[in-house]
């Protein structure tokens, strides 16, 4: 009876490891192949390092992006991680805010915060002594 228990224990052990652990990794290797495989000229993707870029020539390894003006940088496709989504919390501009109200020029409330105008910081005459 005690051989049953510990094969029963064993097997589901084996189950519990197969659904933490093997199926997540497959199904994350199949979305990496299927965005891979879907890549295309003037897509707008980001890399695995953070770097956001539009598609401006495909090999079967390496994908060429346009990352700044006449920046073009080369990786390997497996590096792609998917398309580039805006960042959260970002107000599309050209979205219709569904009022037909002319904008006003002087109005920053669509600005994002990091636009508005700023103090700046002031400025050091002189460097700071040393205390010591």
Known sequence: MEGAVGFVWIAVLAVLF????????RRARQQASAVQGSLSPGDEVVTI?????????LDDDTVDLDVADDVVMTFTRR???????????????DADSGDDEPD??????????????EPDPPAR??????PR
């Open 18 to 25: 197969w659904f933490l652990l093997i199926r997540p990794q």
């Open 79 to 93: 590096a792609i991680v998917g398309p580039a989504a805006p960042p959260s919390g970002w107000v599309d501009e």
């Open 104 to 117: 006003d020029p002087d109005d920053d409330a669509d600005v994002p915060p990091a636009v508005v105008d």
């Open 49 to 57: 390092g953070g770097i956001i870029g539009t598609i401006v020539a």
């Open 125 to 130: 005459d002189k460097p700071v002594d040393d």
